[in-house]
C-alpha cells in the first residue's frame, strides 16, 4: 500500500535529550513537510524539503533539524534547544505541483516528562 | 500579518441537516483553497480542492464555495450524519506556483443522531 509512515506513534523525551522522529514514504514524492499542532491551533510548518540534500526552513524552525538524504526519508530532530517541544508532530508529501494534495502520516505525539 | 481563521467554538448540528463551516483570509492572495478532515490523534485527510477562478465546488455531500473578494470560503455539509463529526480545517496555498499549503486552526464539527 502506498503512503506516508510516521513512527513511534508516541514519544517520551527527558529534558535535555535530542530526538528523532521518523518519516517514510513510497508516494515518489519530491517534496515532504514536517508540521507541529499544539491544541486549539493550527499546523505550523516546522521544516519542509523540495528535493533530496535540500531543505528549507518554515515558519517554526528554531530548535529543530532535519535532513533529506533519500527521496523516501525525512526525519526530525527535537534538540534540547526547543524548550516547548511537547506537541503533536505531523510529516506530510505531496508532489511538487501548484495546489496539489498534500498526504500525512499518522502524526508522533511528543511529551516532555 | 497573514492570517487564516476558522470559528474555535465546535459546531453542533442534527443529523440531517447541513452543516456550514467558515474559512477566513487576511492579507493572502491564495491560488488554492484546500479542505481537509482531520479525526482525533490523526492526520489530516484531504477533501476537496477550489481554485481561485472557480465559485463553488462538489463533491458527493460536500460543497465548497471560494469568494476571493470576501476573502471566505464555505464548506457544507449536506444530510450530515453522526460519522461526520471531526475537524475540519482549511488551507491556503499561495499565488506563484507554491504548493505547500498553510493551515487554520480548524473548526470541530459535532454531529447528533
Known amino acids: 500500500d502506498g503512503g506516508i509512515t510516521q513512527s513511534p506513534k508516541y514519544l517520551f523525551r527527558k529534558e535535555g535529550q535530542n530526538v528523532t522522529l521518523s518519516c517514510e514514504q513510497n508516494?515518489?514524492?519530491?517534496?515532504m513537510y514536517w508540521y507541529r499542532q499544539d491544541p486549539g491551533q493550527g499546523l505550523r510548518l516546522i521544516y519542509y524539503s523540495q528535493i533530496v540534500n535540500d531543505f528549507q526552513k518554515g515558519d517554526i524552525a528554531e530548535g529543530y533539524s532535519v535532513s533529506r538524504e533519500k527521496k523516501e526519508s525525512f526525519p526530525l530532530t527535537v534538540t534540547s534547544a526547543q524548550k516547548n517541544p511537547t506537541a503533536f508532530y505531523l510529516c506530510?508529501?505531496?508532489?511538487?505541483?501548484?495546489?496539489?494534495?498534500?498526504?500525512f502520516g499518522q502524526g508522533t505525539r511528543l511529551t516532555v516528562v | 500579518s497573514q492570517k487564516i481563521e476558522q470559528n474555535s467554538e465546535a459546531l453542533n448540528i442534527q443529523e440531517g441537516k447541513t452543516a456550514t463551516l467558515t474559512c477566513n483570509y487576511t492579507?493572502?492572495?491564495?491560488?488554492?483553497l484546500q479542505w481537509y478532515r482531520q479525526d482525533p490523534g490523526r492526520g489530516p485527510v484531504f477533501l476537496l480542492l477550489?481554485?481561485?477562478?472557480?465559485k463553488e465546488k462538489r463533491k458527493e455531500r460536500l460543497k465548497v464555495t471560494f469568494d476571493t473578494t470576501l476573502k471566505q470560503s464555505l464548506f457544507h455539509i449536506t444530510a450530515s450524519q453522526p460519522a461526520d463529526s471531526a475537524t475540519y480545517l482549511c488551507?491556503?496555498?499561495?499565488?506563484?506556483?507554491?504548493?505547500?499549503?498553510?493551515f487554520g486552526r480548524g473548526t470541530s464539527l459535532i454531529v447528533h443522531p
Open positions: 488551507a491556503l496555498i499561495a499565488s506563484g506556483g507554491s504548493y505547500i499549503p498553510t
Open positions: 492579507n493572502y492572495s491564495p491560488a488554492y
Open positions: 506530510a508529501s505531496s508532489i511538487k505541483a501548484a495546489g496539489t494534495e498534500a498526504f
Open positions: 508516494l515518489n514524492h519530491d517534496a
Open positions: 477550489i481554485r481561485e477562478n472557480e
